[in-house]
């Protein structure tokens, strides 16, 4: 296999965060990060006092998410609810930056509100992921192209402190032409700009339709460390199996090379 089974289930924060959760479903999300050895849970900031418990000893981290998932809560209330998930735990921050002020070209005020939540983070010893929501900016905003638009949220976001730029909340739902909703999530060519657009001590997480083994591998393969995933069981079962079946077919080749060494 090109990775260890630990590089890749370190990648994977697995994602706790539907609306209709029960705590108990949220206790067995738990378990089963820890079964599979993941980074984090991400987790609704209510549950983390719980998660923290639940992992204990685990090695799996807590992270919660801040103004989740359309970013429109006041600043204070972003630094705030930062400082109670910090309190409470927490390792690790997913906020959603304001898309809205963004869109609008008022790039100070998004700035500060990414800071006051790296501030408040640091000051605890966690992390920070700064969610962009790529579905929402296909069309480029305050007179910057989609590109460019993406280029300057990764430069004002390590100007502000951020640990990690994240793609997606993966509930940025967009309109379709048949009148459905549905989105993409993380793509290559954006995990790629990204990544190209931070320096090296900026990290890449990418969230929203990275469902199987081989989109976690393409993550890392374009720069990305973390992955936010539902389908934690199902990845990391498939890298089992296929890593017992190369190493099935390796035995098989030196057996058959054993078999002709014996000199007729």
């Not at 993409?184 to 990204?194: I, Q």
Request: net charge neutral.
């Amino acid at each position: 296999m090109k990775y260890t089974y630990e590089q890749l289930a370190k990648m994977i924060d697995h994602s706790l965060l539907h609306p209709t959760m029960t705590d108990q479903q949220l206790e067995d999300g738990c378990k089963l990060a820890a079964k599979y050895g993941a980074a984090s849970v991400c987790i609704k900031p209510y549950a983390v006092p719980r998660a923290v418990e639940w992992l204990r000893g685990s090695g799996v981290l807590v992270g919660a998410v801040i103004g989740f998932p359309h970013g429109n809560s006041c600043t204070e209330s972003k630094r705030y609810e930062t400082e109670l998930a910090c309190r409470d735990g927490a390792a690790e921050i997913d906020m959603v930056i304001n898309l809205g002020k963004a869109l609008s070209g008022d790039w100070d005020y998004v700035e500060r509100d990414v800071k006051a939540v790296c501030d408040a983070a640091h000051q605890h010893g966690a992390k920070v992921k700064v969610i962009f929501e790529n579905d929402y900016l296909t069309k480029g905003g305050a007179d910057l192209s989609s590109d460019d638009f993406k280029k300057k949220l990764c430069q004002l976001c390590e100007r502000a402190g951020a640990d990690w730029v994240k793609t997606s909340s993966g509930y940025g739902f967009v309109k379709q032409p048949d009148g459905s909703y549905n989105y993409k999530g993380a793509t290559e060519h954006d995990l790629a700009l990204m990544r190209a657009n931070v320096s090296a001590k900026v990290q890449v997480k990418a969230a929203g339709g990275v469902r199987d083994l081989d989109g976690l591998i393409k993550v890392r393969d374009l720069g990305g460390s973390r992955c936010g995933a539902t389908a934690t069981a199902a990845m990391m079962d498939e890298y089992r199996k296929r890593a017992a079946a190369e190493q099935a077919g390796q035995a098989g080749e030196t057996k058959s090379a054993g078999l002709g060494t014996g000199g007729y």
